[in-house]
């Protein structure tokens, strides 16, 4: 039967009335579950007003100019990919620096294999420095992973090369090493330390040219000002609209990544365009937010942000990104059971201030997302989350668990229990599982890393995000990572977390809106959304599992308008 309102008799179009473009595919997989079979499209201008079979919309619209256009015949569609958990300049940072990784990376220059070990890391680090050319120029390197590369310091960095600025960006950018020409660059010294808090000084070693987590963010704007200069910036943000167009994104959303004012002004200028693809949705950065004024300045001066955001880009009223524990790549995560080798992970908010934050935006009716990594670091979002409902009761907060790399049985009860909803990286498992069973963590605790199952059979809400370079910035991808949970070695690890090709493609569609309070826009394909599609050439859902990450996107349509990849993109 055709869901369609059809009027009793003809009417007569108005002249400024757009025709309406009717769409066939081959396979069209709406995610709507009155309808989750159709075989054509119908859209008017920016919306989809209706789905059935090309004849029954042929006929529904009779009194209206229709055109038919058959270039998806041939295709898949499914609803618009969304990259639910984006940003920009660490995208970019993947095409500024000189990328010796720990796993493949398939950039505009070419394939960058992975350094699979320390000799190779050093062998091609100091391939790298022996090849830049102007030696006053400061390198930038990102990848590095001490678990897999072995440990670096201002010292080796020096043994390198004592003339060149060299500055490792460490895999989870929660973490920089500077060799002695770098610190002497941006004039970080002894007094750049002593005048830090207290609290940041232990995130900081000098002498090793090592600063991380809050220590990191205390020297990172001056080597930032350095590496985000408009002369590289923009040509690499350009690339990195290509790079998420060609993996068949039709949104992406930042959270708690963006308050430069340059980063904002130079991202409207290439993402905000009419012509970007898609959309970049910003959600405020409470951390910052919260450390630099008093509580009753943390509203106002959160909204002040959003004025800054033009054309295709803006920021999502009421919603804001917090921090608990640390980075999950450097093992900065709080553990309940500690790590095997004795070290401590880190608070990215101190608790006292994350439970103050956390308080201002609930009272205020925001909806928070957390970055959480370690069970530890779930425990602080749970109980303040929980705290908060006991004091001011909220319905439907969407309160997100952001990355859940840790976590445990009795965590998923208690989340569902209170209301929450994940939005995980499933390439943590995929990069990380194996190592981890090694070093840090050990082979029980590594097999459960982001523990997918669990929380789909609890009935909570799963979205699934890149946070590239966490992840590369590839939907496809990320599907495949939760639906196999096989690791770079080709380890199946943990296979009862895994989820099915169905709830991996929810996951980056209809959830993923859901997760943004953008469920009502987005996510499936039915009457009144934007007519926001992604174009494949096979079907997520019925190719085999390990071959969904290797499904080549056709182009997209976003808010009507159609969109194939270029050649020229990837």
Known sequence: MLLLTIGSCARTPREDEAPIVILPARRIVTLDPARPKVGAIAIEAERIIATGELEELVDAHSDREVRIDRRFEDLVVVPGLINQHEHAWLAAIVLLAEVISTEDWALPSGLVERAKDAGDYRARLAATIESQLDRDRVLYTWGYHQLFHGPLSREDLDRFSPDVPIIVLQRSMHEMIFNTRALERFGIDEATIAALPEFVRPQTDLARGHFWEQGLM???????????APERYLPALESVERYWHAAGTTLVAEPGGLVSPALVAMQNQVLGDADTPFRMLYLADGKTMAASFPPGQVIPET?????SAEGMTRFLPGRVKLFSDGAIFAQLMQMRDGYLDGHHGEWMMQPKLFRSAFRTY???????????????GLDLVLDTLEENMERSPRVDHRTVLVHFGFSRPDQVDRLARLGAIVSANPFYTTVLADRYAEVGIGPERAREMVRLGDVDRAGVSISLHADMPMAPGRPLLLMDSAVNRITLDGNLVGPEQRISAERALRAVTIDAAY??????????????????????????????????QHIRVWGTVHEGRIHPVEPSEY
Request: proline share 6%; no cysteine; net charge negative.
């Open 303 to 307: 909204e002040k942000l959003f004025a």
């Open 218 to 228: 205390a020297v990172a704007p001056a080597v930032f000002g350095d590496l985000f």
């Open 515 to 548: 997760s943004l309070g953008l469920e009502d826009e987005l996510g499936s394909l039915e009457p009144g959304k934007l007519a926001n599609m992604t174009i494949l050439e096979e079907n997520p859902l019925e190719v085999e599992p390990t071959s969904i």
């Open 362 to 376: 609930w009272d205020a009716g925001y909806q928070i997302h957390v970055h959480q990594n370690g069970d530890a």
